[in-house]
C-alpha cells in the first residue's frame, strides 16, 4: 500500500467516527470533554456553531454519530452523544455576549428565505453576521417549521424550541409569519439577490384504500394531525386509535394520542418489527407507554357499517426475501383481521410538493416533482434559487436539513459576491501534541469499562396526562461525567513519525487491541491479513507508515483503537505522539 | 492523566485450546524504560505461553536482581512467582525443581545477573541440566544500577556515557555449550518471529535451555558506538537458520521442499523443523555449534537461531534417579519408612 497520507485532512477526519458521521461534521469529542470539565457553556457554543439547535438536537436529534460511534464497536453500546449535547444545553449559563455581531451597515444583500424550518434558519445563522438584509416567509404562526408543527412537546419543550429560533430570529430577520408563498415568481420579482427554498416535505401520504371516504371522518393524515395538536386546533381524539406507518411519525403519533384521550391506542405496520424504519429507542419508548405494535399486518379496507366506522381490517403476511435480499410481503392466506377503533392515524410517509413554484419559470424538475439540485451547493436551474432541508432531497432530518443551510448559505455568499459558487474552501484543521509531561497527557486517556448510562425519564402517571410534559428528564451533572468519561477521544489521533522509530517493538507489545503491526509491505487486500489481528472492517482505514531501516512498514488499523496513548507512552523516540486534530467545516464568510 | 492498560482487547482475539486469551497471560504494566528490549521478550513469553496453552498455575517464574529481572512481574500474572538475590536464581530453581518436578521453571536473568555475580550459579544449573528454560535478557551493560559495563560486552563497545570496554566478552551460549546445556540458543529481542518458536521449543525441551536474547538497553546502551544496540544489533545479526515449532498436538502443515528440513522430534512429541539452515551447520553437534559461533564472531556477526540441541538429553531427576512423584507430594510415611526399612538398607549395604 502507499504510505498515508496524514496531510490529507478526510484521513484523520475519518478516524473520528461520530464526526465524520455526523452530517454537520459537529466536533463531538471535543464537547464530550468540555462537559466532563464541566464547560458547559463552552460545550454548548461548539455545538451551536456546528449544528445550530444543541438543545433541540440534544433531544431529538437522529443521531448518526452513535451507530458509528466507536465504543460501540469496542464494547456493546455507543457513548450517549446525543443526551451529552442536551446536558450542555440544559447547563449552559448566558451565551448572549457569545453571539456573532450583526453589523449595523448592511452589506446591501437581499436574500429571501421560503419556509422557517431549521435549513432557512441555519441559513440566516450564517449569512446575518455577514450583513445581509433577510426576509422570512412561513405559513405557519411561527418559527421552526416541523420541529414546531410535528416534534411533540412531550420530545422537545416549547422554551427549548423557542430560545434557539429567536437566537437566530433575534439578529433582525425580517419574519413575515402567517404567509404562505403561492407563487415562487412573485417572490422572484422582489429581485432578492438570492431565494432559499426551505419548505420541507409538507404533505403527508394517503392510502386510499376501500371505505375511506365513508369513514373520512375518522381517518387523518399523520402529519396534518400533528401539526393541528401543536396548534392547539385539535385536543382529543377517540378512545381506541389505530396509527398505520412503521416510522418516527408514526411513533409521535401514537404517543400523542395517548395523551389526548386514546386508552387503546396501537399501531400496525406492514413490515416485520425488526425492519421498521423509526429508531430503536423511538419504538422502546412508545411501548413503555403501552402501545403494541403490531406488525407483518398490510391495511385492505376501512369498515364503515350502517354508516357506522367501525375499523380497519389487514391481511396477515410473512415478509420472503429473494437471493438478492429483496423483501416481498406475501399474503399467509389468513382470514383479515379486523381492528375496531374509532380514529386512524395515517403516518406511511411524506411526500414533496411544489404547487406553487411556476413550472416556466426555469427551476427544471423530475420525473417525481423534485426540483432538480446540485448536491454540493445546492443551487437549482435558476442561478439565485437555492434550495435545502427536506425540500431539497426529500424527508430527513433536523442534522441534515441544518446541513444543508451551512452549504447553502456558503453558495449564496459566493453568488452574490460573483465568486464560484462551486468553490468550496477546504475545512480548517490543526493537528496539536497533547504530551504534558511523563505519563501526563492533557485528555483523560484512561478508558473505563462503564457500561452506557440510561437517560431517566418522568413518571409514566404524568406525562400521559399532558402532552407538555417532558418525558426525558435528562442526566443529571455526576452522570454526566461518567457517561463523559466513556467517550474514547477518537480525535487525539495517533501520529507517527517514521525517521524517529528505532523499531524496538514497545508499541505492539503494549498496544491493548493489537492495532500495531510492524510488516512487509503489501496490497490492502493481503495487507489487512497479514496483521497481529485482522483487518476485517473494511470501513476503517490502515495507517501505513514509509518504508522503516528493516524494509518493514508500520500498519495501524484504525478500527479497534482505544486512543490510550499508550503506544505513544511506552515509545522511546516519540516516534509516536497523540495530537488533537481539529476539523471545522469551512462556512460562509470564513 | 492515567498509566493504565485499558480493558478492554480486540474482540477477534483469539482464544487457546483452554479457554484464555493472550491477556490472561499478561502481568502488570511495565515499569521499565519505555523501549526496553526486556518488554519486548516479556511480549514474546506471553505469546509462546498463550500459543502452548500452557495452563498457568504449572508455570513458576523465578530471577535475579536486575531490570530483566524485574521483567517476571510483567507478565504471566497468575502463575508462581519468585524474585531471589542477585545471580542466585538457579539456585533457587534447582530446589523448587528438586521439590517439584511437575512445574515448567522459567528462569529469567540478565547479562549482569549471570554473567557476573551468578556465574558460578549459572554453570553448575546447565552442567547439572536442570530441567529448566534460562532467557538472559542480554543489554551488555547492568542497566539497573545506570549502565555500567557487563561481562557480555564486547571488546571495544562503548556505552552511553562509557569508555570502550577494554575486556573479551563472555559468549554466554559457547560457554554453556561447553559445560552441558543441552538446548541453546541466541535471539534478539525486536524479532519475535524467530524468539516466540524459540521460546516455545526450550520450553517443550527436556533438559536446561538457554535463550540469550540481544536486548537493547535503550537508557544506558542504544549509542552508536555500542554493540548491544537496535540498530547495530540488526545491521549484524546472521540467522543459523529458520525455526518452525509444531507442538504434539498439532497437525504439520507447512510444506517443506524436500531435503530441505531436519526434524528434530522432542521429548513430548513436538517436532522442530529446521530450514534454510547455514552450510556446514548442524544444531545436533556440538562441534558443528561452536565452530559457527567462533566462526560468526570473527566476522562480527551476531549468531542467532536454535545454536545446539540435544534431543535425547537427561534432565537433572533423570540423572540422579529421583521417583517419578514429585517429592514435595510425598507423605512423611514414605518420606520417613521408618527404622526398619533403614535397618534393611544398611543391611544390604554391609
Ligand atoms: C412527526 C415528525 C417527527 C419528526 N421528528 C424528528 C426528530 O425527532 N428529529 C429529527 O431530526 N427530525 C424529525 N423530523 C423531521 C424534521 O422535522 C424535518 O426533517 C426537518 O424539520 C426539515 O427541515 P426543513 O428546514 O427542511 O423544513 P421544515 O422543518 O419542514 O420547515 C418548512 C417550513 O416551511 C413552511 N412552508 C412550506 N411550504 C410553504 C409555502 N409555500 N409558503 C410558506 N411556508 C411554507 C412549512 O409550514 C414549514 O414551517 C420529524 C418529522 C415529522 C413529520
Ligand atoms: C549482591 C548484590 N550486588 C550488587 C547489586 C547491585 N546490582 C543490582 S542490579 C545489578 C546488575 C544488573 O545487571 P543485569 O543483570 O544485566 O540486569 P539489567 O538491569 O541490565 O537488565 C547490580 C550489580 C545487588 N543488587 N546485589
Ligand atoms: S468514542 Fe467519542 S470520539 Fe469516538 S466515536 Fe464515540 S463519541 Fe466519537
Ligand atoms: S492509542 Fe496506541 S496503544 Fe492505544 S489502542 Fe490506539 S494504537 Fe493501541
Ligand atoms: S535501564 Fe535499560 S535495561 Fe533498565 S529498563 Fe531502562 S532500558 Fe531497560
Ligand atoms: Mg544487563
Same mark, same amino acid.
Given at each position: 500500500m502507499k504510505a498515508t497520507n496524514i496531510k490529507d485532512p478526510e484521513y484523520f477526519h475519518k478516524v473520528v467516527d461520530c464526526q465524520y458521521a455526523c452530517p454537520a461534521h459537529t466536533p463531538v469529542p471535543e464537547y464530550i470533554r468540555l462537559i466532563a470539565r464541566g464547560r458547559y457553556t463552552d460545550a454548548y457554543m461548539v455545538n451551536w456553531e456546528s449544528n445550530v439547535f444543541p438543545g433541540i438536537l440534544g433531544r431529538t436529534c437522529d443521531r448518526p454519530c452513535e451507530p458509528a460511534c466507536r465504543r460501540g464497536r469496542v464494547e456493546d453500546e455507543p457513548v450517549a452523544i446525543c443526551r451529552l449535547k442536551r446536558v450542555a444545553a440544559d447547563n449552559k449559563g448566558s451565551i448572549e455576549d457569545r453571539l456573532p455581531n450583526i453589523p449595523v451597515k448592511k452589506n446591501g444583500k437581499r436574500v429571501a428565505l421560503i419556509g422557517g424550518g431549521p435549513a432557512s434558519l441555519t441559513v440566516a445563522r450564517d449569512l446575518m453576521p455577514l450583513g445581509y438584509s433577510i426576509d422570512l416567509y412561513d405559513d405557519q404562526t411561527a418559527g421552526g417549521g416541523m420541529m414546531k408543527s410535528q416534534i411533540p412537546s412531550f420530545r422537545l419543550p416549547e422554551t427549548v424550541l423557542n430560545e434557539e429560533v429567536n437566537y437566530i430570529l433575534d439578529m433582525g430577520v425580517v419574519t413575515h409569519f402567517n404567509t404562505t408563498v403561492n407563487s415562487l415568481k412573485e417572490i422572484l420579482d422582489k429581485k432578492y439577490d438570492a431565494v432559499f427554498v426551505g419548505t420541507g416535505a409538507p404533505r403527508g401520504k394517503d392510502l386510499g384504500l376501500a371505505g375511506q371516504a365513508d369513514a373520512a371522518a375518522h381517518i387523518h393524515i399523520g402529519i396534518d394531525w400533528l401539526s393541528s395538536v401543536a396548534f392547539e386546533h385539535s385536543s382529543s381524539i377517540g378512545k381506541r386509535v389505530v396509527v398505520l406507518g412503521g416510522g418516527n411519525t408514526a411513533m409521535d403519533c401514537c404517543r400523542t394520542a395517548r395523551r389526548l384521550g386514546g386508552e387503546d391506542v396501537k399501531v400496525v405496520v406492514r413490515s416485520p418489527f425488526s425492519e421498521m424504519k423509526a429508531s430503536p429507542w423511538e419504538k422502546e419508548d412508545a411501548m413503555h407507554e403501552d402501545i403494541p405494535i403490531v406488525d407483518n399486518h398490510v391495511p385492505l379496507a376501512f369498515v364503515v357499517e350502517n354508516g357506522k366506522f367501525i375499523g380497519v381490517t389487514f391481511d396477515r403476511v410473512d415478509a420472503v426475501y429473494d437471493d438478492d435480499g429483496r423483501r416481498r410481503l406475501v399474503s399467509t392466506g389468513k382470514d383479515p383481521v379486523l381492528f375496531e377503533c374509532d380514529d386512524v392515524l395515517m403516518a406511511i410517509g411524506q411526500e414533496? #410538493?411544489?404547487?406553487?413554484?411556476?413550472?416556466?419559470?426555469?427551476?427544471?424538475?423530475?420525473?417525481?416533482?423534485?426540483?432538480?439540485?446540485?448536491? $454540493?451547493?445546492?443551487?437549482?436551474?435558476?442561478?439565485?434559487?437555492?434550495?435545502?432541508?427536506?425540500?431539497?432531497?426529500?424527508?430527513?432530518?433536523?442534522?441534515?436539513?441544518?446541513?444543508?443551510?451551512?452549504?447553502?448559505?456558503? #453558495?449564496?455568499?459566493?453568488?452574490?459576491?460573483?465568486?464560484?459558487?462551486?468553490?468550496?474552501?477546504? @475545512?480548517?484543521?490543526? !493537528? %496539536? #501534541?497533547?504530551?504534558? +509531561?511523563?505519563?501526563?497527557?492533557? /485528555?483523560?486517556?484512561?478508558? @473505563? =469499562?462503564?457500561?452506557?448510562?440510561?437517560?431517566?425519564?418522568?413518571?409514566?402517571?404524568?406525562?400521559?396526562?399532558?402532552?407538555?410534559?417532558?418525558?426525558e428528564?435528562?442526566?443529571? !451533572?455526576?452522570?454526566?461525567?461518567?457517561?463523559?468519561?466513556?467517550?474514547?477521544?477518537?480525535?487525539?489521533?495517533?501520529?507517527?513519525?517514521? %525517521?524517529?522509530?528505532?523499531?524496538?517493538?514497545?508499541?505492539?507489545? =503494549?498496544?491493548?487491541?493489537?492495532?500495531?503491526?510492524? $510488516?512487509?509491505?503489501?496490497?490492502?487486500?493481503?495487507?489487512?491479513?497479514?496483521?497481529?489481528?485482522?483487518?476485517?472492517?473494511?470501513?476503517q482505514d490502515l495507517y501505513v507508515s514509509q518504508v522503516l531501516p528493516t524494509k518493514r512498514v508500520m500498519v495501524k488499523d484504525?478500527?479497534?483503537?482505544?486512543?490510550?496513548?499508550?503506544?505513544?507512552?511506552?515509545? @522511546?523516540?516519540?516516534a509516536w505522539d497523540m495530537q488533537q486534530f481539529l476539523y471545522a467545516v469551512t462556512k460562509a464568510g470564513q | 492523566?492515567? /498509566?493504565?492498560?485499558?480493558?478492554?482487547?480486540?474482540?477477534?482475539?483469539? =482464544?487457546?485450546?483452554?479457554?484464555?486469551?493472550?491477556?490472561? /497471560?499478561?502481568?502488570?504494566?511495565? $515499569?521499565?524504560?519505555?523501549?526496553?528490549?526486556?518488554?519486548?521478550?516479556?511480549?514474546?513469553?506471553?505469546?509462546?505461553?498463550?500459543? !502452548?496453552?500452557?495452563?498457568?498455575?504449572?508455570?513458576?517464574?523465578?530471577?535475579?536482581?536486575?531490570?530483566?529481572?524485574?521483567?517476571?512481574?510483567?507478565?504471566?500474572?497468575?502463575?508462581?512467582?519468585?524474585?531471589?538475590?542477585?545471580?542466585?536464581?538457579?539456585?533457587?530453581?534447582?530446589?523448587?525443581?528438586?521439590?517439584?518436578?511437575?512445574?515448567?521453571?522459567?528462569?529469567?536473568?540478565?547479562?549482569?545477573?549471570?554473567?557476573?555475580?551468578?556465574? +558460578?550459579?549459572?554453570?553448575?544449573?546447565?552442567?547439572?541440566?536442570?530441567?529448566?528454560?534460562?532467557?538472559?535478557?542480554?543489554?551488555?551493560?547492568y542497566g539497573l544500577t545506570k549502565g555500567q559495563d557487563s561481562a557480555t560486552a564486547d571488546e571495544g563497545s562503548r556505552s552511553k556515557k562509557g569508555d570502550p570496554n577494554p575486556f573479551e566478552s563472555i559468549d554466554l551460549c559457547a560457554l554453556s555449550v561447553q559445560v552441558g546445556a543441552t538446548f541453546v540458543a541466541r535471539s534478539f529481542s525486536g524479532d519475535k518471529d524467530q524468539l516466540v518458536p524459540l521460546i516455545k521449543a526450550a520450553i517443550s525441551h527436556h533438559g536446561f535451555a538457554l535463550i540469550d536474547v540481544v536486548s537493547p538497553c535503550v537508557t544506558f546502551n542504544n549509542n552508536p558506538d555500542s554493540t548491544k544496540s537496535y540498530e547495530f544489533?540488526?545491521?549484524?545479526?546472521?540467522?543459523?537458520?529458520?525455526?518452525?515449532?509444531?507442538?504434539?498436538?498439532?497437525?504439520?502443515?507447512?510444506?517443506?521442499?524436500?531435503?530441505?528440513?531436519?526434524?528434530?522430534?522432542l521429548h513430548d512429541g513436538s517436532v522442530i523443523h529446521l530450514y534454510k539452515m547455514a552450510k556446514g551447520m548442524d544444531p545436533l553437534n556440538r562441534v558443528s555449534a561452536l565452530n559457527a559461533?567462533?566462526?560468526?564472531?570473527?566476522?562480527?556477526?551476531?549468531?542467532?537461531?536454535?545454536?545446539?540441541?540435544? @534431543?535425547?538429553?537427561?534432565?537433572?531427576?533423570?540423572?540422579?534417579?529421583t521417583v517419578s512423584r514429585p517429592l514435595n507430594q510425598l507423605s512423611e510415611r514414605e518420606l520417613c519408612p521408618g527404622d526398619s526399612v533403614l535397618q534393611n538398607i544398611n543391611e544390604s549395604l554391609r
Open positions: 414533496n #410538493s411544489f404547487p406553487w413554484i411556476e413550472r416556466d419559470i426555469g427551476i427544471k424538475f423530475d420525473q417525481w416533482g423534485m426540483p432538480k439540485v446540485d448536491e $454540493t451547493t445546492f443551487q437549482s436551474a435558476i442561478k439565485n434559487v437555492f434550495f435545502g432541508g427536506d425540500a431539497a432531497f426529500g424527508p430527513k432530518n433536523v442534522i441534515t436539513a441544518v446541513a444543508h443551510g451551512h452549504q447553502a448559505a456558503v #453558495s449564496i455568499d459566493h453568488f452574490c459576491h460573483g465568486k464560484s459558487v462551486a468553490e468550496r474552501l477546504a @475545512p480548517g484543521v490543526t !493537528l %496539536i #501534541s497533547q504530551k504534558m +509531561g511523563i505519563h501526563e497527557w492533557s /485528555y483523560d486517556n484512561a478508558v @473505563p =469499562i462503564d457500561l452506557r448510562y440510561v437517560v431517566p425519564q418522568a413518571d409514566k402517571a404524568l406525562t400521559l396526562k399532558d402532552r407538555k410534559i417532558e418525558v428528564l435528562g442526566y443529571d !451533572l455526576k452522570t454526566a461525567y461518567a457517561e463523559a468519561e466513556r467517550c474514547l477521544n477518537c480525535d487525539v489521533q495517533t501520529v507517527f513519525e517514521e %525517521i524517529r522509530c528505532i523499531e524496538c517493538d514497545a508499541c505492539i507489545d =503494549i498496544c491493548p487491541t493489537d492495532c500495531i503491526t510492524f $510488516t512487509a509491505n503489501a496490497e490492502e487486500k493481503q495487507l489487512r491479513q497479514n496483521l497481529t489481528a485482522s483487518a476485517t472492517n473494511l470501513s484504525e478500527d479497534m483503537c482505544l486512543h490510550c496513548g499508550l503506544c505513544a507512552e511506552r515509545c @522511546p523516540t516519540t | 492523566m492515567s /498509566y493504565k492498560r485499558p480493558k478492554f482487547r480486540h474482540p477477534d482475539t483469539e =482464544i487457546n485450546d483452554l479457554g484464555y486469551a493472550r491477556q490472561d /497471560y499478561e502481568g502488570a504494566l511495565s $515499569t521499565l524504560c519505555a523501549g526496553c528490549g526486556h518488554d519486548s521478550i516479556s511480549g514474546a513469553i506471553v505469546r509462546a505461553c498463550h500459543e !502452548l496453552s500452557i495452563e498457568p498455575h504449572r508455570l513458576a517464574k523465578l530471577s535475579g536482581i536486575g531490570c530483566s529481572s524485574k521483567a517476571p512481574t510483567y507478565f504471566l500474572g497468575n502463575s508462581h512467582g519468585f524474585n531471589s538475590v542477585h545471580g542466585r536464581m538457579p539456585s533457587v530453581v534447582t530446589g523448587a525443581a528438586m521439590a517439584n518436578r511437575d512445574l515448567i521453571y522459567l528462569g529469567v536473568s540478565g547479562d549482569g545477573d549471570t554473567a557476573s555475580i551468578g556465574m +558460578g550459579q549459572f554453570v553448575h544449573a546447565a552442567r547439572r541440566n536442570l530441567n529448566m528454560v534460562y532467557i538472559v535478557m542480554n543489554n551488555g551493560c544489533t540488526r545491521e549484524h545479526l546472521k540467522a543459523t537458520g529458520t525455526m518452525d515449532f509444531v507442538p504434539m498436538r498439532e497437525e504439520i502443515t507447512a510444506r517443506y521442499a524436500p531435503g530441505s528440513s531436519h526434524e528434530v522430534t559461533m567462533e566462526e560468526s564472531k570473527q566476522q562480527d556477526q551476531i549468531l542467532t537461531g536454535l545454536l545446539y540441541m540435544d @534431543p535425547d538429553s537427561k534432565e537433572l531427576h533423570e540423572a540422579i534417579g
